[in-house]
């Protein structure tokens, strides 16, 4: 029998407190990170292990028996708070009660150092058996390791297991595969999140430790090419933020990023979570290469008996089908022909992208490293390069896969210069789904389905794909993306007149819906400043399209049919005043109110008290009408809901704004969007005031109308105390604490109105929030002419229109003022 002897480095005194200070030691040494810090922590408490164990069995009396480190510790990647996965293996033939005593000879001391374990006592056919149940434990037998004790036992146990898994591995793949759909379905993508957890979510730690079970099973192995580095990216992160924090945590929180960045010598959080990123994102698409190598594998085993029996014992010959020129489908991938000649042949990149992306393939990444040999493309690009991009961003969805499989190579870059600054870059606006790079080809496939919509389908999705180019640039990142697109754009080959029209887009990409949800429309200024910015119906038509699919590509709180509406009616009332024909309404006393505005504004002014309708909406969703210009199948009835609508229509009177806003919140509404507007009815004396808003219930259940007139009734008459009433309730259900957002901001907007002053607030969405600013523009004696709510994810943006009792602009000294009184007011 073979065993290993206890031996002592490191440290003099082999017991618990020697152990611990050996490990201070360590861990406070330069550098705190890197392989040789995890491998000598490892080497530091195997020394240690093996001690006790030594000192344990000599106790006990035990023989046949081992110490196996499993899982991370198997592999040597200690982090500073890493666990210890320990197996006490035995041959079953010592007797249980000394058994036991020498399990708690070696358990008591890690726990009495508060360092946590994962351990078990098992025979290798126990081990075996378990491992057989348990897809976990198998993992973690793979990677066993000796640290004291019957060397052959071990070596036994590991040679079984790795001949069960890979004799298993028809079966143990795909469950293995399903565990880590599983788990990126509950912890999310890692490249994409603002809080990744390094081990769990897809692209990181576990994943790795997937790939290399898969190659343990000879079915399939990873792509190399930066791996190794990119695990080494994720286990030093992980080491820093355990050092940063005291605890064995795995989520890189945005209040340790700072820390952990400054620990890894990175000048801040965003250089972290780029590395992070670009570690992940290596990760995912050595996943993706890997299990669909193994899933062809594994389905031409399955085949290959019956093809024996059709074909005797003549091989098949792989099927090759022309998808381009140079290019062919095989296997179910797109590869290049053995004629094709990259060096000879600059396009060769871009038509492998654009045919796998037109005809749904992945690429191989056999083919991908082939193309990267190709000669660099003259500048500007000829036509059918140009032709070629825009074939891929056209194809939709399946252009995805195959740009990440370009940007594995680093061909994206190459082609595109500008690409590289936006590469991995995070965004820290938590309405975004994606970084930046990942936003920009998403918005190309939300754009890819409104091209017929457009007469120059071309100019928009080379748009989409660099609107945000500006991102991570000083100053607004629209400004500063202009003469970046506009440069691209000609790299690309497009004309002066092209790229001219391609930086207004990218200029303005976010003016529509900006100015659709926070501005007054029926302000002739408002339209006036959109026609005069955008210049003409062809590029107002373009930015219409590309607004839609920005915001589709940028997340769920960014689109509904609602924002469609008031962008469509902006594009609506700016294509008439471009195309020459006058503005609905231009002595700008607004559009005609619609039946049942007009309806409740007439019993409003009969009975003198608010009136109100409550009812679910829906209304034409943007979404599914692109699609049905698309020539595509859409699902449901083309109509999306939208929420509640409340109406509301109150005899013009101070402190309607603030009294409908406070009974809204405590009636558990929460507001999503809303607009005000005075209305005069002719025939009639005396104004009404109408508001409209969206809202959607906290708790699943809408109040009674009946309900809320009466508390509005009682709040405009003063016997409803709403801000007391939102105080209480503040004060039962206080704050989680968590991130402290930023400061509200209050900003006098200049030159978008000459009827009335603008005020934009911008601040943390709340309870009552709406009511607070009404509560602060009553106080400055000021008449709200128009209001738009716009609520994005966490962050309200409120913008007012308000004039002095008499309805002229505020003078800019009172402006000032009043935002100020505002802004106390949120603070």
């Given at each position: 029998?073979?065993?290993?002897?206890?031996?002592?480095?490191?440290?003099?005194?082999?017991?618990?407190?020697?152990?611990?200070?050996?490990?201070?030691?360590?861990?406070?040494?330069?550098?705190?990170?890197?392989?040789?810090?995890?491998?000598?922590?490892?080497?530091?408490?195997?020394?240690?292990?093996?001690?006790?164990?030594?000192?344990?069995?000599?106790?006990?009396?035990?023989r046949?028996?081992?110490?196996?480190?499993?899982?991370?510790?198997?592999?040597?990647?200690?982090?500073?708070?890493?666990?210890?996965?320990?197996l006490?293996?035995?041959?079953?033939?010592?007797?249980?009660?000394?058994?036991?005593?020498?399990?708690?000879?070696?358990?008591?001391?890690?726990?009495?150092?508060g360092?946590?374990?994962?351990?078990?006592?098992?025979?290798?056919a126990?081990a075996?058996?378990?491992?057989?149940?348990?897809?976990?434990?198998h993992?973690?037998?793979?990677?066993?390791?000796?640290?004291?004790?019957?060397?052959?036992?071990?070596?036994?146990?590991?040679?079984?297991?790795?001949?069960?898994?890979?004799?298993?591995?028809?079966?143990?793949?795909?469950?293995?595969?399903?565990?880590?759909?599983?788990?990126?379905?509950?912890?999310?993508?890692?490249?994409?999140l603002?809080?990744?957890?390094?081990?769990?979510?897809?692209?990181?730690?576990?994943?790795?430790?997937?790939?290399?079970?898969?190659?343990?099973?000879?079915?399939?192995?990873?792509?190399?090419?930066?791996?190794?580095?990119?695990?080494?990216?994720?286990?030093?992160?992980?080491?820093?933020?355990?050092?940063?924090?005291?605890?064995?945590?795995?989520?890189?929180?945005?209040?340790?990023?700072?820390?952990?960045?400054?620990?890894?010598?990175?000048?801040?959080?965003d250089?972290?979570?780029?590395?992070?990123?670009?570690?992940?994102g290596?990760?995912?698409?050595?996943?993706?290469?890997?299990?669909?190598e193994?899933?062809?594998?594994?389905?031409?085993?399955s085949?290959?008996?019956?093809?024996?029996?059709?074909?005797?014992?003549?091989?098949?010959?792989?099927?090759?089908?022309p998808?381009?020129?140079?290019?062919?489908?095989?296997?179910?991938?797109?590869?290049?022909?053995?004629?094709?000649?990259?060096?000879?042949?600059?396009?060769?990149?871009?038509?492998?992208?654009?045919?796998?992306?037109?005809?749904g393939?992945?690429?191989s990444?056999?083919?991908?490293?082939?193309?990267?040999?190709?000669?660099?493309?003259?500048?500007?690009?000829?036509?059918?390069?140009?032709?070629?991009?825009?074939?891929?961003?056209?194809?939709?969805?399946?252009?995805?896969?195959?740009?990440?499989?370009?940007?594995?190579?680093?061909?994206?870059?190459?082609?595109?210069?500008?690409?590289?600054?936006?590469?991995?870059?995070?965004?820290?606006?938590?309405?975004?789904?994606?970084?930046?790079?990942?936003?920009?080809?998403?918005?190309?496939?939300?754009?890819?389905?409104?091209?017929?919509?457009?007469?120059?389908?071309?100019?928009?999705?080379?748009?989409?794909?660099?609107?945000?180019?500006?991102?991570?640039?000083?100053?607004?990142?629209?400004?500063?993306?202009?003469?970046?697109?506009?440069?691209?754009?000609?790299?690309?080959?497009?004309?002066?007149?092209?790229?001219?029209?391609?930086?207004?887009?990218?200029?303005?990409?976010?003016?529509?819906?900006?100015?659709?949800?926070?501005?007054?429309?029926?302000?002739?200024?408002?339209?006036?400043?959109?026609?005069?910015?955008?210049?003409?119906?062809?590029?107002?038509?373009?930015?219409?399209?590309?607004?839609?699919?920005?915001?589709?590509?940028?997340?769920?709180?960014?689109?509904s049919?609602?924002?469609?509406?008031?962008?469509?009616?902006?594009?609506?009332?700016t294509?008439?005043?471009?195309?020459?024909?006058?503005?609905?309404?231009?002595?700008?006393?607004?559009?005609?109110?619609?039946?049942?505005?007009?309806?409740?504004?007439?019993?409003?002014?009969?009975?003198?008290?608010?009136?109100?309708?409550?009812?679910?909406?829906?209304?034409?969703?943007?979404?599914?009408?692109?699609?049905?210009?698309?020539?595509e199948?859409?699902?449901?009835?083309?109509?999306?809901?939208?929420?509640?609508?409340?109406?509301?229509?109150?005899?013009?009177?101070p402190?309607?704004?603030?009294?409908?806003?406070?009974?809204?919140?405590?009636?558990?509404?929460?507001?999503?969007?809303?607009?005000?507007?005075?209305?005069?009815?002719?025939?009639?004396?005396?104004?009404?005031?109408?508001?409209?808003?969206?809202?959607?219930?906290?708790?699943?259940?809408?109040?009674?109308?009946?309900?809320?007139?009466?508390d509005?009734?009682?709040?405009?008459?003063?016997?409803?105390?709403?801000?007391?009433?939102?105080?209480?309730?503040?004060?039962?259900?206080?704050?989680r604490r968590?991130?402290?957002?930023?400061?509200?901001?209050?900003?006098?907007?200049?030159?978008v109105?000459?009827?009335?002053?603008?005020?934009?607030?911008?601040?943390?969405?709340?309870?009552?929030?709406?009511?607070?600013?009404?509560?602060?523009?009553?106080?400055?004696?000021?008449?709200?002419?128009?209001?738009?709510?716009?609520?994005?994810?966490?962050?309200?943006?409120d913008?007012?229109?308000?004039?002095?009792p008499?309805?002229?602009?505020?003078?800019?000294?009172?402006?000032?003022?009043?935002?100020?009184?505002?802004?106390?007011?949120?603070?």
């Amino acid at each position: 029998m073979t065993s290993v002897e206890p031996t002592t480095t490191g440290h003099d005194d082999p017991g618990p407190s020697g152990y611990a200070a050996a490990r201070l030691r360590l861990l406070r040494q330069e550098p705190q990170f890197g392989p040789a810090r995890r491998s000598g922590l490892a080497a530091l408490t195997d020394d240690w292990l093996a001690a006790l164990f030594g000192t344990a069995t000599a106790e006990t009396g035990v023989r046949g028996a081992a110490l196996v480190a499993v899982g991370g510790y198997g592999r040597a990647e200690l982090s500073p708070r890493s666990d210890l996965d320990l197996l006490l293996l035995h041959d079953g033939k010592a007797d249980p009660a000394a058994l036991a005593a020498l399990a708690d000879r070696l358990w008591y001391p890690v726990w009495d150092l508060g360092l946590a374990l994962d351990h078990s006592v098992r025979t290798p056919a126990q081990a075996r058996r378990t491992a057989a149940e348990d897809l976990k434990a198998h993992l973690g037998l793979l990677d066993a390791r000796a640290l004291a004790g019957d060397l052959g036992l071990v070596a036994a146990l590991r040679t079984a297991v790795l001949a069960d898994w890979r004799n298993q591995a028809p079966r143990r793949l795909p469950e293995l595969l399903a565990l880590g759909r599983e788990r990126a379905e509950r912890a999310g993508e890692l490249r994409f999140l603002l809080e990744p957890d390094l081990k769990e979510a897809r692209g990181g730690l576990r994943d790795i430790t997937a790939l290399r079970a898969v190659a343990a099973s000879w079915i399939a192995d990873a792509p190399r090419e930066g791996l190794a580095r990119a695990h080494r990216t994720l286990l030093d992160t992980r080491d820093a933020l355990h050092l940063a924090t005291g605890r064995a945590v795995d989520r890189l929180s945005l209040q340790d990023q700072d820390q952990v960045a400054a620990g890894l010598g990175l000048p801040d959080a965003d250089t972290l979570l780029r590395s992070v990123y670009e570690a992940a994102g290596v990760v995912s698409y050595a996943g993706d290469t890997t299990w669909r190598e193994v899933g062809r594998v594994l389905r031409a085993r399955s085949a290959r008996p019956r093809l024996r029996g059709l074909l005797g014992h003549r091989a098949a010959t792989p099927e090759r089908a022309p998808l381009a020129e140079g290019v062919v489908e095989q296997d179910g991938e797109a590869v290049l022909a053995l004629a094709a000649r990259p060096e000879r042949d600059p396009v060769l990149p871009l038509r492998l992208a654009a045919a796998a992306a037109q005809a749904g393939l992945p690429v191989s990444p056999h083919a991908v490293r082939r193309a990267a040999q190709a000669a660099p493309l003259p500048v500007p690009w000829p036509a059918e390069a140009r032709e070629q991009l825009l074939t891929l961003l056209g194809a939709g969805e399946p252009a995805v896969p195959v740009w990440e499989a370009l940007e594995a190579e680093g061909l994206i870059s190459r082609i595109l210069p500008v690409w590289e600054r936006v590469r991995c870059r995070p965004q820290r606006n938590p309405v975004h789904t994606w970084t930046v790079d990942r936003h920009l080809v998403e918005t190309a496939v939300r754009a890819s389905a409104l091209t017929r919509r457009v007469g120059r389908p071309d100019l928009l999705l080379m748009a989409a794909l660099l609107h945000d180019i500006g991102k991570g640039l000083p100053g607004d990142h629209s400004e500063a993306g202009e003469p970046l697109a506009v440069e691209a754009a000609a790299r690309v080959g497009f004309g002066p007149a092209d790229t001219a029209v391609l930086g207004t887009l990218v200029r303005h990409h976010l003016l529509l819906i900006e100015t659709a949800t926070r501005r007054d429309l029926d302000d002739p200024a408002t339209v006036g400043t959109v026609a005069e910015a955008v210049g003409s119906t062809d590029t107002l038509e373009l930015l219409h399209a590309l607004t839609e699919a920005d915001a589709l590509a940028t997340g769920p709180a960014a689109w509904s049919a609602w924002r469609g509406s008031l962008v469509a009616d902006l594009v609506r009332r700016t294509a008439a005043v471009l195309g020459g024909r006058p503005p609905a309404d231009p002595a700008g006393h607004g559009a005609a109110p619609t039946a049942e505005q007009e309806r409740l504004a007439v019993e409003a002014l009969r009975t003198g008290e608010p009136v109100l309708a409550l009812r679910a909406r829906t209304e034409p969703d943007p979404r599914a009408a692109a699609a049905a210009d698309a020539g595509e199948a859409v699902s449901g009835e083309g109509t999306d809901t939208v929420g509640v609508e409340l109406t509301l229509a109150v005899p013009d009177q101070p402190g309607v704004l603030p009294a409908a806003a406070g009974v809204l919140a405590l009636h558990r509404l929460t507001v999503r969007a809303a607009d005000l507007r005075s209305l005069e009815l002719p025939d009639r004396l005396g104004e009404v005031l109408v508001m409209r808003w969206r809202v959607a219930a906290e708790y699943g259940s809408l109040p009674q109308a009946a309900r809320l007139r009466a508390d509005l009734v009682r709040a405009l008459d003063g016997s409803l105390d709403v801000p007391a009433r939102l105080a209480d309730r503040e004060a039962a259900y206080p704050r989680r604490r968590g991130t402290v957002p930023p400061p509200p901001r209050v900003a006098v907007v200049p030159e978008v109105s000459a009827l009335a002053t603008v005020l934009e607030v911008r601040a943390p969405d709340a309870v009552g929030l709406l009511h607070r600013i009404g509560r602060a523009l009553e106080t400055g004696g000021v008449r709200v002419r128009s209001a738009h709510v716009s609520t994005l994810g966490a962050n309200a943006v409120d913008t007012l229109y308000v004039t002095t009792p008499e309805g002229k602009p505020l003078e800019p000294a009172e402006a000032t003022a009043l935002a100020e009184t505002v802004r106390e007011a949120l603070s």
